[in-house]
């Protein structure tokens, strides 16, 4: 069966059959492998990507019912090719993962909070991960990522006062 | 179609079926997808009551304003559902069809006695949820028909709060048991209307009867002791997850901090609306 999705913002067709996952379409047909295979009945979350920019669970969907929604998976939050998002990098300043597997549904379901709100509780953070199982870290650092980044993104949305570049910048700490 | 084929099943979200799928415990010859039907979807407001599309995904009835004005008790209970991802697939009729004895969607529809509205072959039906409930995943829907819309009913009161809690043993998880309560205050506090509703202690979520209550102040003594009468009656499932004589004392605790926590809602309500 032939379908087109949108994914990363582009357009691409495929053939599948009727009864194969998104996952493994992402996966197999697209070599997208940043969208992991963990339990594959919808449990542990690993294989999470962006459904019109909220976090679902690409092993609980089929292929043949992806078509007409705008797909986001870990691979198209890079701002370029070898760069990192604010989210990515923030995960690899705290250490907010170990081994890997879980990441790129923990990112994407964090980058999804992190659309709705730059000011996350503590609270709002356990929420918005709740679906995804990391077994290495604990999530004490991946929630302190999260934090991080939000904190970041927070600064580069302020808007600061124009200096005058030949004054010294009295404020700056 | 559906009628048409023995073993055919209608996919909406898939949050259920999928899992079901791929453990090899559904094995359908065809998957009929009804999640973008137009008439199956939306929410709409009649005279006293709201009617909820059967495809409507739990994340938008969750932040649906006329949702959370007009059957806040819905409002509450949907962010227990599940997890964020999939609330964002599952659909609130899916939940109804599925008839977990623990999930809270069915537990509403029969705390608040809700109409539960069916697509036939030849038309429509519908039936009080309590009718619809038969037992643990089943409900009384026919071969070939299909759930299309909630009818919840809408509660006039200017002050209305509701509670909503549960234990289970991991955040989202199913609840060993689950307790939704609505109570409805006249201007001096005292409790004009109250309903209160059970589910994960037996094969289907109960309504309970705490009638006792319309008419006074709801104070400690009198909810506990309308409680454990309600509760007496009731029977206990034991199971892996937790014993009849657990769930029970759970029940017992919940019920009367779920009320306490619909009179409070109701009480921070402000009189304005009365004066």
């Known amino acids: 069966m032939k379908v087109e999705l949108r994914i990363n913002?582009?357009?691409?067709?495929?053939?599948?059959?009727?009864?194969?996952?998104?996952?493994?379409?992402?996966?197999?047909?697209?070599?997208?492998?940043?969208?992991?295979?963990?339990?594959?009945?919808?449990?542990?979350?690993?294989?999470?990507v962006l459904i019109d920019d909220e976090p679902v669970r690409s092993c609980l969907m089929f292929a043949?019912?992806?078509?007409?929604?705008?797909?986001?998976?870990?691979?198209?939050?890079?701002?370029?090719?070898?760069?990192?998002?604010?989210?990515?990098?923030?995960?690899?300043?705290?250490?907010?993962?170990?081994?890997?597997?879980?990441?790129?549904?923990?990112?994407?379901?964090?980058?999804?909070?992190?659309?709705?709100?730059?000011?996350?509780?503590?609270?709002?953070?356990?929420?918005?991960?709740?679906?995804?199982?990391?077994?290495?870290?604990?999530?004490?650092?991946?929630?302190?990522?999260?934090?991080?980044?939000?904190?970041?993104?927070?600064?580069?949305?302020?808007?600061?006062?124009?200096?005058?570049?030949?004054?010294?910048?009295?404020?700056?700490? | 179609?559906?009628?048409?084929?023995?073993?055919?099943?209608?996919?909406?979200?898939?949050?259920?079926?999928?899992?079901?799928?791929?453990?090899?415990?559904?094995?359908?010859?065809?998957?009929?997808?009804?999640?973008?039907?137009?008439?199956?979807?939306?929410?709409?407001?009649?005279?006293?009551?709201?009617?909820?599309?059967?495809?409507?995904?739990?994340?938008?009835?969750?932040?649906?304003?006329?949702?959370?004005?007009?059957?806040?008790?819905?409002?509450?209970?949907?962010?227990?559902?599940g997890h964020p991802p999939t609330r964002n697939r599952g659909t609130i009729g899916g939940s109804i069809a599925n008839a977990d004895p623990s999930a809270e969607i069915p537990l509403v529809a029969i705390t608040l006695g809700a109409e539960i509205m069916l697509a036939t072959k030849s038309g429509s039906r519908s039936m009080p949820a309590d009718d619809f409930f038969v037992g643990a995943m089943q409900t009384a829907i026919d071969q070939g028909e299909c759930v299309s819309a909630i009818r919840f009913p809408v509660w006039p009161h200017q002050r209305l709060g509701v509670g909503f809690l549960e234990i289970s043993a991991r955040r989202s998880d199913f609840a060993f048991?689950?307790?939704?309560?609505?109570?409805?205050?006249?201007?001096?506090?005292?409790?004009?209307?109250?309903?209160?509703?059970?589910?994960?202690?037996?094969?289907?979520?109960?309504?309970?009867k705490v009638s006792s209550l319309v008419g006074i102040k709801l104070d400690a003594a009198s909810v506990s002791e309308a409680v454990n009468r309600a509760l007496a009656e009731v029977e206990a499932t034991s199971d892996l997850h937790a014993s009849a004589a657990y769930r029970r004392r759970v029940a017992v605790t919940l019920c009367t901090r779920a009320l306490e926590q619909a009179r409070a809602d109701a009480s921070d309500k402000s009189r304005e609306g009365l004066r």
């Open chain 1, 9 to 48: 913002g582009v357009s691409r067709s495929t053939d599948v059959e009727p009864r194969k996952t998104l996952l493994d379409a992402l996966r197999e047909n697209f070599l997208l492998t940043g969208t992991r295979a963990g339990c594959e009945h919808g449990v542990c979350g690993a294989c999470t």
């Open chain 2, 1 to 81: 179609m559906l009628a048409g084929d023995e073993d055919a099943r209608l996919i909406a979200g898939g949050q259920t079926l999928v899992p079901m799928l791929a453990m090899r415990l559904a094995r359908p010859a065809r998957l009929i997808d009804i999640l973008r039907l137009p008439e199956l979807a939306g929410i709409r407001e009649e005279r006293g009551a709201v009617v909820v599309g059967a495809t409507t995904r739990q994340a938008q009835a969750e932040r649906d304003s006329v949702i959370r004005a007009l059957v806040p008790m819905l409002a509450r209970a949907l962010p227990w559902v």
């Open chain 1, 64 to 173: 043949v019912q992806a078509d007409g929604y705008e797909i986001t998976t870990i691979e198209g939050l890079a701002p370029a090719p070898g760069e990192l998002s604010v989210i990515q990098d923030a995960f690899c300043e705290t250490h907010g993962l170990q081994c890997g597997y879980c990441t790129s549904g923990m990112i994407l379901a964090a980058h999804a909070l992190l659309q709705h709100t730059l000011t996350p509780t503590r609270d709002d953070i356990v929420e918005a991960i709740s679906a995804n199982i990391c077994r290495c870290t604990g999530y004490g650092q991946i929630i302190e990522a999260v934090e991080f980044a939000a904190a970041r993104l927070r600064i580069a949305n302020t808007l600061r006062p124009v200096r005058d570049v030949d004054e010294p910048a009295a404020e700056t700490k």
């Open chain 2, 177 to 208: 048991v689950a307790v939704a309560a609505q109570v409805a205050l006249d201007e001096d506090g005292c409790c004009i209307d109250v309903a209160l509703g059970l589910g994960g202690v037996g094969e289907r979520p109960l309504r309970l």
